[in-house]
């Protein structure tokens, strides 16, 4: 096998696009029931991050939850909307 074939092998893996979980400001729930869906839904969240997190999309509208895999991404933000938060998914550039 050549230099060169090894080379383009090595080169042509690309890593899975990663994506963001964005969580919304709503003015329905409240802010305990928030910060306990998101220790529910990331388990890897501790109670300070939670509470940042809430009080982002408190403060500013939206707040970055995680950024992972696609399906992962997809996942955490339908189980955000169970618990009737409002969460989006989006690339991350």
Known sequence: MSV???E???TSRKLAPRYRVLLHNDDYNSMEH???AL????SSLTQPQAVSIMM???TNG???VITCAQEHA???CET???HGLSSTIEPDE
């Open 34 to 36: 928030v910060v306990q």
């Open 74 to 76: 997809e996942f955490y």
């Open 80 to 82: 955000l909307k169970s």
């Open 4 to 6: 060169e074939t090894i």
């Open 62 to 64: 939206l707040a970055l």
């Open 8 to 10: 383009k092998r090595s």
């Open 39 to 42: 220790l529910t839904t990331v």
């Open 56 to 58: 982002e999309a408190h």
